[in-house]
């Protein structure tokens, strides 16, 4: 894989981002779910018009990574946490989905996508970043945890009627100014 480029999402990349929300979401946690509960979140989650609607949502930042030409990951941020009751900043930003193609894994993509989202938050002046990861994903909490996210709470996601455990994880961050050096780490 040659070197991966990050850049924004645009219209035109809603059916590759609805192919990879789907493939990806599919291949790690597709088998947890009975069909019928899969199919109704694979719709409202990831078929075009869902993607279409994200994308237009001044709400949502889209970071694309793509190597080839070809997109093998994405990072969807919301400038608005779903979780405020426990927030502890006083601007507080969601991780949404941090996804890499399935095939792709291992490569560093989605610590370049971490990268890309810690600098966004940290540019807009957020003090704190939150996001959700199934309880049963260790392997994502560990990637967290290795950026300093710690759990704050149990949480709740659907898969159609389906109920998943999660947990909420938050990391506090030092919003970077104009005249910083740079110095400061989360």
Same mark, same amino acid.
């Given at each position: 894989?040659?070197?991966?480029?990050?850049?924004?999402?645009?219209?035109?990349?809603?059916?590759? $981002?609805?192919? #990879?929300?789907? *493939?990806?979401?599919?291949?790690?946690? !597709?088998?947890?779910?009975?069909?019928? +509960?899969? /199919?109704?979140?694979?719709?409202?989650?990831?078929?075009?018009?869902?993607?279409?609607?994200?994308?237009?949502?001044?709400?949502?930042?889209?970071?694309?990574?793509?190597?080839?030409?070809?997109?093998?990951?994405?990072?969807?941020?919301?400038?608005?946490?779903?979780?405020?009751?426990?927030?502890?900043?006083?601007?507080?930003?969601? $991780?949404?989905? #941090?996804?890499? *193609?399935?095939?792709?894994?291992?490569? !560093?993509?989605?610590?370049?996508?971490? +990268?890309? /989202?810690?600098?966004?938050?940290?540019?807009?002046?957020?003090?704190?970043?939150?996001?959700?990861?199934?309880?049963?994903?260790?392997?994502?909490?560990?990637?967290?945890?290795?950026?300093?996210?710690?759990?704050?709470?149990?949480?709740?996601?659907?898969?159609?009627?389906?109920?998943?455990?999660?947990?909420?994880?938050?990391?506090? $961050?030092?919003?970077?100014?104009? *005249?910083?050096?740079?110095?400061?780490?989360?």
């Amino acid at each position: 894989m040659n070197d991966i480029q990050l850049r924004p999402a645009s219209p035109a990349d809603v059916p590759a $981002l609805s192919r #990879l929300g789907n *493939d990806s979401f599919v291949a790690k946690f !597709g088998h947890l779910y009975r069909p019928d +509960d899969l /199919a109704t979140f694979l719709a409202e989650a990831y078929s075009p018009g869902a993607i279409e609607a994200e994308l237009a949502n001044p709400d949502r930042l889209y970071c694309l990574a793509t190597s080839d030409g070809r997109l093998v990951g994405y990072c969807k941020l919301a400038l608005t946490c779903s979780f405020p009751e426990h927030a502890k900043g006083g601007r507080t930003i969601e $991780l949404k989905q #941090l996804y890499t *193609d399935p095939d792709c894994t291992g490569r !560093g993509i989605g610590a370049t996508l971490m +990268d890309w /989202a810690l600098a966004e938050v940290r540019a807009r002046d957020a003090d704190e970043i939150q996001l959700s990861v199934w309880s049963g994903n260790h392997g994502a909490q560990r990637f967290y945890a290795r950026y300093g996210f710690v759990k704050v709470a149990d949480v709740h996601f659907w898969v159609g009627a389906h109920r998943d455990d999660e947990f909420l994880f938050s990391l506090m $961050l030092v919003p970077i100014s104009a *005249d910083d050096s740079g110095t400061n780490s989360a």
